[in-house]
T-cell receptor
Framework: GAGVSQSPSNKVTEKGKDVELRCDPI?????LYWYRQSLGQGLEFLIYFQGNSAPDKSGLPSDRFSAERTGGSVSTLTIQRTQQEDSAVYLC????????????FGPGTRLTVT | QKEVEQNSGPLSVPEGAIASLNCTYSDRGSQSFFWYRQYSGKSPELIMF????GDKEDGRFTAQLNKASQYVSLLIRDSQPSDSATYLC????????????FGAGTRLAVHP
């Protein structure tokens, strides 16, 4: 089956604009994660969704960041009033279910804020 | 102290040699350990995971876990130039959370 897909692959936006990034997990995977990788930095956890449970938002860097997951599948990460420090590759991953920890990553969205 | 530590490298090995990549972690309760390979400009690719003390082999890759020493390693046998990439160590924290904590990665260069 298909892997994790993300769109767009690249996004250039002006400072202050809002952006939406989309993730479609592997079919049948109930857990979905967002991470961020800044230039020269490691991967940073942002948010985790598991089924219908409340998401773990502990990694979101500010209240400008939000995410939702509709219907237990596709997820959208929204960044409001983008800042230059938001420039990074945003990676989505999914895993089969709770207790199955192997996460598989999508290709990422490279966000550039000018 | 960082939660997951790796030597940034580069680790340079000749083709055909064994590459040894090391990782230490701070959370004594961590239960799950992963190695991802990341080529430049690409996303991380899961290559090994290990949950129990000891060795786990898959083809040319062997993961080794020592929970008492809070140490996990990846051995790559018969290294190939195509193995040249950054290798990321990741662990899950105790408490049952699934989120991964990543090290900064070790850059491996395999030269012909």
């Amino acid at each position: 089956g298909a892997g994790v897909s993300q769109s767009p692959s690249n996004k250039v936006t002006e400072k202050g604009k809002d952006v939406e990034l989309r993730c479609d997990p592997i079919s049948g995977h109930t857990a979905l994660y967002w991470y961020r990788q800044s230039l020269g930095q490691g991967l940073e956890f942002l948010i985790y969704f598991q089924g219908n449970s409340a998401p773990d938002k502990s990694g979101l860097p500010s209240d400008r960041f939000s995410a939702e997951r509709t219907g237990g599948s596709v997820s959208t990460l929204t960044i409001q009033r983008t800042q230059q420090e938001d420039s990074a590759v945003y990676l989505c991953a999914s895993s089969l279910e709770v207790g199955i920890y192997e996460q598989y990553f999508g290709p990422g969205t490279r966000l550039t804020v000018t | 102290q960082k939660e997951v530590e790796q030597n940034s490298g580069p680790l340079s090995v000749p083709e055909g040699a064994i590459a040894s990549l090391n990782c230490t972690y701070s959370d004594r309760g961590s239960q799950s350990f992963f190695w991802y390979r990341q080529y430049s400009g690409k996303s991380p690719e899961l290559i090994m995971f290990i949950y129990s003390n000891g060795d786990k082999e898959d083809g040319r890759f062997t993961a080794q876990l020592n929970k008492a020493s809070q140490y996990v390693s990846l051995l790559i046998r018969d290294s190939q130039p195509s193995d040249s990439a950054t290798y990321l160590c990741a662990v899950t924290l105790s408490g049952g959370y699934n989120k991964l904590i990543f090290g900064a990665g070790t850059r491996l260069a395999v030269h012909p």
